[in-house]
């Protein structure tokens, strides 16, 4: 079976062109090719197949083999696939993905993608879209105690659940404990909190200033990454909801910068960043 492995911003994952390859069992294949001793190493398995609806239709699967809804980054380098392959030449590209069709616009220079805007479509709010088992209309600045520090934590879904934490030293996550890297330990205790019956990607946030912000990402189903752009998207949104950022801006991220900005105009999020196709290879399945 041929693949392809394509990164935004080190957000890693496996392709397949299932226009032409056919998987009998996604999630132990997922499993299989993320791991990073054994397989070749990602962050999960994206599968592209044809679409009735749109260019192409994105199947996207984590590192253990759950499920997942959208990926900012892995939709962006799909785009990059479809176009560079001749899989479609359409600009803007439609993608039909669990959270609904994706319109992306691609920058092409020298006839391949070098980088994508995603319009993420509008963000969701209410607990029981997020899911989130709270009885408010909106989680916004949830109090929550995190490594003897008072935090605050927003939900917000953008193709999938995000809590957005503010009031935690990045440093300090990045430091390791007696039981652990911080944020390994802080990440998946909030991940697996009873109040997110379908877990949930953590987030943590330094405000630099109102166009500027710091995070680190801790996704639900294949953990620390070096980039979510969907999380990015959700934290554009929570920084407008509590007033610490502005409708546009920059995100910084282990693995580089994203653009994010939620139009007044549509109430859309809109998410810009690079894709980058490393290599290609075959897997012995």
Same mark, same amino acid.
């Given at each position: 079976?041929?693949?392809?492995?394509?990164?935004?911003?080190?957000?890693?994952?496996?392709?397949?062109?299932?226009? %032409?390859?056919? @998987?009998?069992?996604? &999630?132990?294949?997922?499993?299989?090719?993320?791991?990073?001793?054994?397989?070749?190493?990602?962050?999960?398995?994206?599968?592209?197949?044809?679409?009735?609806? &749109?260019?192409?239709?994105?199947?996207?699967?984590?590192?253990?083999?759950?499920?997942?809804?959208?990926?900012?980054?892995?939709?962006?380098?799909?785009?990059?696939?479809?176009?560079?392959?001749?899989? *479609?030449?359409?600009?803007?590209?439609?993608?039909? =993905?669990?959270?609904?069709?994706?319109?992306?616009?691609?920058?092409?220079?020298?006839?391949?993608?070098?980088?994508?805007? @995603?319009?993420?479509?509008?963000?969701?709010?209410?607990?029981?879209?997020?899911? @989130?088992?709270?009885?408010?209309?909106?989680? @916004?600045?949830?109090?929550?105690?995190?490594?003897?520090?008072?935090?605050?934590?927003?939900?917000?879904?953008?193709?999938?659940?995000?809590?957005?934490?503010?009031?935690?030293?990045?440093?300090?996550?990045?430091?390791?404990?007696?039981?652990?890297?911080?944020?390994?330990?802080?990440?998946?205790?909030?991940?697996?909190?009873?109040?997110?019956?379908?877990?949930?990607?953590?987030?943590?946030?330094?405000?630099?200033?109102?166009? %500027?912000?710091?995070?680190?990402?801790?996704?639900?189903? *294949?953990?620390?990454?070096? &980039?979510?752009?969907?999380? &990015?998207?959700?934290?554009?949104?929570?920084?407008?909801?509590?007033?610490? *950022?502005?409708? =546009?801006?920059?995100?910084?991220?282990?693995?580089?910068?994203?653009?994010?900005?939620?139009?007044?105009?549509?109430?859309?999020?809109?998410?810009?960043?690079?894709?980058?196709?490393?290599?290609?290879?075959?897997?012995?399945?």
């Amino acid at each position: 079976m041929k693949f392809t492995k394509l990164h935004g911003l080190g957000n890693c994952y496996i392709y397949v062109n299932c226009f %032409e390859e056919r @998987v009998a069992d996604a &999630a132990a294949l997922a499993r299989a090719v993320s791991d990073r001793n054994t397989g070749v190493g990602s962050d999960g398995l994206i599968l592209i197949c044809p679409s009735k609806t &749109a260019d192409a239709r994105m199947e996207m699967y984590n590192v253990d083999g759950s499920r997942g809804q959208m990926c900012g980054n892995g939709v962006r380098c799909l785009a990059k696939y479809v176009y560079d392959h001749g899989l *479609s030449r359409n600009n803007p590209l439609r993608i039909e =993905t669990d959270a609904g069709i994706k319109t992306i616009d691609l920058n092409i220079e020298g006839g391949k993608v070098t980088s994508a805007c @995603v319009d993420m479509g509008e963000p969701l709010l209410r607990p029981e879209d997020l899911p @989130v088992k709270l009885t408010q209309e909106q989680m @916004v600045d949830y109090a929550i105690e995190i490594l003897d520090h008072q935090a605050l934590m927003t939900c917000v879904s953008t193709g999938n659940p995000h809590a957005v934490i503010y009031g935690v030293p990045l440093k300090l996550l990045n430091d390791r404990g007696p039981a652990g890297w911080n944020l390994e330990i802080e990440g998946r205790r909030i991940e697996t909190a009873a109040i997110f019956p379908e877990r949930t990607n953590v987030h943590f946030v330094d405000v630099l200033h109102p166009g %500027e912000v710091r995070m680190l990402t801790w996704e639900r189903g *294949s953990g620390a990454t070096q &980039a979510c752009g969907t999380g &990015a998207s959700a934290v554009c949104v929570a920084g407008v909801l509590t007033r610490r *950022s502005g409708r =546009t801006i920059t995100a910084h991220l282990p693995g580089g910068d994203l653009a994010l900005e939620w139009r007044e105009s549509d109430n859309h999020v809109y998410m810009t960043g690079p894709a980058v196709e490393i290599f290609t290879g075959d897997w012995p399945e």
